[in-house]
Structure formats: C-alpha cells, structure tokens
C-alpha cells in the first residue's frame, strides 16, 4: 500500500486525495512519501567535465531583439 501511495503521489495525486483513495489518513501518506524521499541520492551524479554547452535560444532572441516589448 506505501509504494501504491508513492507512485500515486508521483503520478501528481494529492496527499489527501491519496488518503480518501486508500483510506488512510493524510498523515501517513506524507509520513510514507517523506520516508521515500530520504531514501533517495540527494544529486544525481555529475559528469567530471562537459565537452559540448549549448545557449539557451530565448536568451540569445531577446538579446538580439531590436524592437522593445509593449
């Protein structure tokens, strides 16, 4: 039933509705998904260094942009 109310919660179910669906108190839903969430790495892992890094077409638009918004 925790794992139930995880993939739930994931899926973008809210706490109290999880709760209703399941019929446990709100409370133990959070205290369940809180508990998984711990158990998970705080980062994933990093490459040690990048060789391609790509600018972000919106910023380069509006820095290039020659008419100003309204």
Same mark, same amino acid.
């Given at each position: 039933? &925790?794992?139930q109310?995880? &993939?739930?919660?994931?899926?973008?179910?809210?706490? &109290?509705?999880?709760? &209703?669906?399941?019929?446990?108190?709100?409370?133990?839903?959070?205290?369940?998904?809180?508990? @998984?969430?711990?158990?998970?790495? @705080?980062? *994933? *892992?990093?490459? @040690?260094?990048?060789?391609?890094?790509?600018?972000?077409?919106?910023?380069?638009?509006?820095g290039?942009?020659?008419?100003?918004?309204?």
């Amino acid at each position: 039933m &925790r794992h139930q109310a995880v &993939r739930l919660y994931l899926q973008g179910m809210g706490l &109290r509705a999880i709760g &209703r669906f399941l019929k446990v108190n709100h409370q133990s839903i959070t205290n369940w998904v809180t508990a @998984a969430s711990a158990k998970l790495e @705080a980062t *994933p *892992p990093q490459p @040690a260094s990048s060789e391609v890094i790509e600018m972000d077409e919106l910023y380069t638009f509006v820095g290039a942009k020659k008419t100003k918004s309204t």
